[in-house]
Structure formats: C-alpha cells, structure tokens
C-alpha cells in the first residue's frame, strides 16, 4: 500500500484548499480497519501529526488547526481528505497522508503555501 498525496498548493491567508490521498494498493478491509491522519512537515522541523480518522470513524485534530481542518474518508475509493479552511502562513509545509501510528512508506506528499 502506497499512499498517493495530490491538491496541495500557493494560496493567500485565509484561502482554503483540499487534500487528497490515495492508498494505492489498499485492500477495502485493509482501509477500513486502519486508522489514518494526515501530517506535515515544515522545513528544518521534523513531522508532525496534524489530524486522525479512526477505524471507529472518529476525528481528532492537531490544537493548531482545530475549527479550520476537517479529515474525511471515503472507504469506496481509498481516499483520505483533509478540507483546510482559513489558512494561515504558519500551516505552510509537505502534507502527508499515512495510517496511525505510520506504518506505511511515505509517499511524496502535498506541498501546501499560505502567503500573507
């Protein structure tokens, strides 16, 4: 299983943007039973956990993003989202998609720029 990142890019603060992942090779029951979050990796910093969807279809969220980020599933097409809303300069980084814990490679990741 291969995750697969794509909708990152250059926006103005308070701009939105939306990610999506694939997981490339996933199995539904594979999918469905694993937890999956997003991360972010700015420069010179090491990764951070940003927000998760549990196998039980719960959401958790990184304090920094709280009321501005919403993680979603879709189980039919191995897809992971993350809808990024009033974006700020200091959410700038690589977007990454992976399970939780991350138990897979990492793909190549999103790259997401907010710009004053």
């Known amino acids: 299983v291969r995750p697969v990142e794509s909708g990152g890019g250059s926006v103005q603060a308070g701009g939105s943007l939306r990610l999506s992942c694939k997981a490339s090779?996933?199995?539904?029951?594979?999918?469905?039973?694993?937890?999956w979050a997003w991360y972010t990796q700015a420069p010179g910093k090491q990764r951070d956990l940003v927000a998760t969807f549990t196998s039980s279809r719960t959401t958790n969220y990184a304090d920094s993003v709280k009321g501005r980020f919403t993680i979603s599933r879709d189980s039919a097409r191995k897809m992971v989202y993350l809808q990024m809303n009033s974006l700020k300069p200091e959410d700038t980084a690589i977007y990454y998609c992976n399970t939780f814990p991350a138990s897979l490679d990492w793909g190549q990741g999103t790259q997401v720029t907010v710009s004053s």
């Open positions: 090779g996933a199995i539904t029951s594979f999918f469905n039973s694993n937890n």
